[in-house]
């Protein structure tokens, strides 16, 4: 008889799940501290179905394999576990039972930089307590009582009330593709029903189909280019008590690239009143920033003008919503082009 084999890389999610449940559930004798790499979580579920098959006295292996099936209301025959391919043929039951197909997350682009930023933060910020069946996103603002404006504050999220910390998923990604592959994991090793994952997954689809074609923090940054790292700064500082989320990752050489998907990824994760809130106060202070940065670069000149014409000046700014030193600087552009544009 043939010994039963998995493929790393054409069974990665079925090895990864059944690994987990088998060997790294809190509540097992045999639990290891650390996960091996997936060439070795498929070598232990050989050796696991090995010892099912051998055990025909019914000690730890077949006792445990036949507890999960019952879960999911399968009681195999007692020859059933005497064969190693129909071993592993229920073990794959498990996972059908257990989670969901891939065409379930065919919606999540590993190319939609933004979707998975929210998707995989919102995951990496979500605490134990649901609400309605819903994981809850536990990133707020912080924002000063002599404000008036504390609205639904969340406290800090503990690692022992973090899903993501207990199902030991990897913290430090790269990109949008490893993200996204974390975000299968999560649902995978989450142990609540499908349904719940069901529920779960499509509340995801239909918040990101409310945001995914309006942002106005993502219109700002575009507008503002150039003013990403002051932006998040003053939020970490006014908005976060300088506490990083754990989403957070700021490393890397295009410091305001990655600050402009760190204020992104925030907005997105937000209440609406709290995107209220930080997105005027960011208007607000952002004004200030460009205005004090516009006159370190500039410097005083005085020009003598008739008063028709200084009320004229006046009068342009005002209705252009624009300084009088714009409106000098855009007539300059204007008339520089005109003379030396050919």
């Given amino acids: 008889m043939a010994k039963v084999t998995w493929h790393p890389k054409k069974e990665e999610r079925e090895i990864t799940f059944l690994y987990h449940l088998f060997f790294y559930d809190d509540n097992r004798r045999r639990r290891e501290i650390s996960v091996p790499n997936i060439e070795e979580q498929a070598n232990r579920l050989e050796l696991f179905i090995s010892d099912v098959v051998a055990d025909i006295n019914e000690r730890e292996e077949r006792r445990l394999l036949a507890k999960e099936l019952d879960n999911i209301g399968i009681s195999p025959y007692q020859e059933e576990f005497e064969e190693e391919n129909t071993v592993k043929k229920l ?3 498990m996972f059908n039972e257990h989670c969901l197909g891939t065409k379930n997350f065919d919606w999540i682009d590993p190319d939609n930089e933004r979707l998975c930023n929210f998707v995989w933060s919102y995951l990496r910020v979500a605490t134990k307590g649901r609400r309605d069946g819903i994981l809850r996103c536990n990133q707020s603002l912080i924002i000063d009582d002599k404000n008036k404006l504390m609205v639904d504050v969340l406290p800090s999220l503990g690692l022992n009330e973090s899903v993501y910390f207990d199902l030991k998923l990897p913290v430090h990604l790269t990109n949008s593709r490893e993200k996204r592959e974390c975000i299968i994991y ?4 989450w142990m609540v029903s499908r349904q719940d994952k069901e529920r779960q997954l499509q509340y ?5 189909g409310e945001i995914k074609n309006k942002s106005k923090m993502e219109d700002w940054l575009i507008k503002n280019e150039g003013m990403a790292e002051w932006a998040w700064n003053y939020t970490f500082k006014t908005y976060l008590a300088f506490t990083a989320p754990a989403w957070l990752d700021l490393s890397g050489v295009n410091k305001n690239d990655k600050a402009k998907q760190a204020m992104i990824t925030l907005y997105d994760l937000l209440s609406i009143d ?3 809130i930080l997105m005027a106060s960011i208007r607000k202070s952002g004004t200030v920033q460009k205005n004090r940065i516009n006159s370190e670069n500039r410097k005083s000149m005085s020009i003598p003008l008739s008063e028709e014409r200084k009320e004229m000046l006046k009068r342009i700014a005002k209705d252009s919503n624009r300084r009088i030193y714009q409106v000098v600087e855009d007539m300059i552009d ?5 003379q030396y544009s050919h």
Avoid: C, G, P
């Fill in 91 to 93: 073990m794959l039951d």
């Fill in 186 to 189: 999560f649902f995978d090793l």
């Fill in 204 to 208: 995801f689809v239909n918040v990101w």
């Fill in 274 to 276: 709290h995107r209220t």
């Fill in 334 to 338: 204007q008339e520089y082009q005109r």
